[in-house]
């Protein structure tokens, strides 16, 4: 069961990455994340055929001694990793007879310097542009690390742009565009610039220096026609910089990329070229004075440093969520999936045929496949329907779908569904739309009780009000929900009141009452609220049975002593309705951050207060709930139980602070909230929290605390269709 979980966990996050405790905060890249990183550096090794770079191979360490000249031992040692030989006799000594440290790189910038300086310049040969790939290490402190954008190890699309005074305008315009160029393909945006200048300490060079490298970046930026601010004091230490601050569609905002411009750097390392007229070429200014020219010298050149993705990692993080899962079929980890109408030979054969074109592999086994396409081409040939195997595929995410059978077999095509080609990373008006109903009668009266403000959430144009969820519905399912022992598996009021409105007011509550102990820092949302509900599910259903044979025992004991008791059944000793359980439903919800990170759930109301405030601050989350039902198997020749878990994702956009959602209406909110759910929840879940939504894409009851569709669904399967599939095939 649990290999199940963490295969559904995997499934619904895309298997992109996941972490380890050995590594804290460096992501472990899976096949699809390995593929997404790949098309993304391989994108932006397109583009420098164009902007003129050339892509080096440097260490990852260094000795302490370069960074001690850079300047980064100084001002930046705090987020370095020392490196040392656990063998003394293998460590290199230094001049001085004392054992050199070594330093996992932070940055690129002092290898490329090394690279420039390995060779005599002349003007002619500049701009010289270096691209690098190879990974990075900063010590971030272990609090801040999350998932994909706050890492410790991390590969940078970093470019050093070595030129000459005169040409620094030039060379920013140039990578202005570059930015605008990938961000446009992203379909990211908008993003603003910022210009961002010398702090106020930590930093190197006199301040005649800063203003020049700060009077070049402005002039640059009035030359792109873009709006710019001032970001007083944020420049990095060698340096003033521009800061490309993109807004993704929650509105909140990232620094990804940077163009900082360096006069330090190339002057710790001696850098230089060789020029005509030395003192003109120092100003950026052409000579025309013939005694002048004669004049040659070395110049030092100017280091412009940029970084168009900034981390791959972080716009990775940014792109999953930007496209929800319908990534760009060039991007996609998961492009075409073939799927076939039955199991025999010769359509599997043709199959693995179209598979091998499509891959560019077909050809002799003894030569080196040389057309590889690199697209990504899987085949489904389970045992199961055509239709099933499509409608999965889509729910993957997979852009192309082909369909292989004896029809096309005897005509050698493949038919083809390309119609998710159209919609790739493109979000239906209905989906963005999405909003959520007013706040009930039961928040605002009690609000009004302790006068207090009441937040009007956005209502949706209504016509009239919709009756609740199938309340003028006899599925089976209902009937015999209500003719025999259902036990609901949790005490939340929320859940008891939904399934009341299926017609069910009297179902029976038992909690679990074991301790939910998994470890969240080991497993991802999925897996871990999987895992919690499925636990609670088992032990409130053995608690039941073993409630019945106590009860049981007690019964004949006093049977045997006889003593009477009228409220037992004839013959039996067991109290009317006491029988063991038909089926148990169990649910567990998380709120997962925009990070990946599982919120836990507040034990006070202070702690109530302090999350939804950073709920509100951080705009957009998702509500995972996992709903899990277990009923005995019928056929007392295979004893046991029937076991079905479903996750279902809902993405929510709190209000903001400026849109009625200040700190004294959250304190209100809670305050009617205490005593009211003492289940251990969110004091989101209930058609309460609607009052702190200003958005819901997806399920507004999964919000509430259980989507009803999914349950009954579940209920269904365990009840009535135990054998009519796995649970691996069925489950989503």
Known sequence: MRECVIVLWRERQGELFTTSIYSPGSPILLPNGARIFNRLVEFLRQQYARYGFDEVITPTIYKKALWKKSGHLENYSDDMFTVTSTSPSRSDISEGGEEDEYGLKPMNCPGHCLIFASQRRSYRDLPIRYADFS???????????????????????????????????????????????????????????????????????????????????????????????????????????????????DGKEHQTATIQLDFQLPKRFELGYIAPAPEYERRGETATDFEALKEVGVVTPVLIHRAVL??????MALLIEHYNGKWPFWLNPRQIMIVTVNDSLPVLHHARGVQDILMGRQGSPDKPVSQATNFVVDIDDRQISVGTKAQQ?????????????????????????????????????????TVPSDPPPAYVASAKEHGLPIRQAQQAPQQGRRPPPFAALELPILKYMRTHRVILASASPRRRGLLAQLGLP???????????????????????VSATAQQKALDV??????????????????????????????????????????????????????????????????AHKRMLRHLRDTRTHRVLTAICCVAPKPD???????????????????????????????????????????????AVQGIGGMVLVEKVDGSVDNVVGLPVRQCLQLCEKVVFKQDEESEGEDDD
């Not at 852009?399 to 080609?421: E, K, M, N, W, Y």
């Not at 959602?661 to 205490?674: G, M, Q, S």
């Open 506 to 528: 009297n179902i029976e509550v038992i909690p679990s009452i074991k301790p939910e102990n998994f470890p969240k820092d080991q497993m991802g949302a999925f897996e871990y």
């Open 393 to 433: 595929a889509r729910e993957k995410g997979y852009s192309v779908i082909l369909t292989a059978g004896p029809r096309q077999l005897s005509s050698g095509t493949i038919t083809c569904d390309l119609s998710r080609l159209k919609a790739d990373g493109e979000e239906s008006k209905q989906e963005r739309d």
């Open 541 to 606: 259903y053995q608690l039941a049975i073993k409630q019945v044979e106590e009860a049981t025992e007690a019964a004949e004991k006093a049977r045997e002593s006889g003593v009477v008791d009228e409220k037992t059944q004839n013959g039996i000793g067991v109290p009317p309705g006491l029988k063991d359980p038909d089926l148990v439903i169990a649910a567990d919800t998380v709120i997962v951050t925009r990070d990946g990170a599982i919120l836990e759930k507040p034990p006070s109301e202070q």
């Open 310 to 315: 900034g981390s791959v990692e972080r716009l």
């Open 135 to 249: 990974p990075l290490h900063r010590n971030e402190i272990s609090g801040a690390l999350s998932g994909l954008t706050r890492v410790r190890r991390f590969h940078q699309d970093d470019g050093h742009i070595f030129c000459r005074p005169s040409q620094i305008e030039h060379e920013i315009r140039n990578t202005l565009d570059f930015v605008r160029v990938v961000y446009s393909t992203f379909k990211l945006g908008p993003y603003r610039l910022t210009l961002s200048t010398r702090p106020a300490d930590h930093y190197i060079g006199t301040e005649e220096e800063w203003e020049t490298a700060e009077g070049a970046l402005k002039r640059a930026l009035n030359a792109s026609g873009q709006d710019w601010t001032i970001n007083e004091g944020d420049g990095a230490f060698y340096g003033p910089k521009i800061d490309i601050i993109l807004r993704d569609s």
């Open 636 to 682: 007392a020749s295979f004893p046991g139980y029937a076991i079905s878990t479903h996750i279902e994702e809902t993405k929510v956009t709190f209000a903001k602070a400026t849109d009625g959602l200040p700190d004294d209406v959250i304190d209100a909110y809670v305050k009617t909230r205490e005593g009211v759910d003492k289940a251990g929840g969110y």
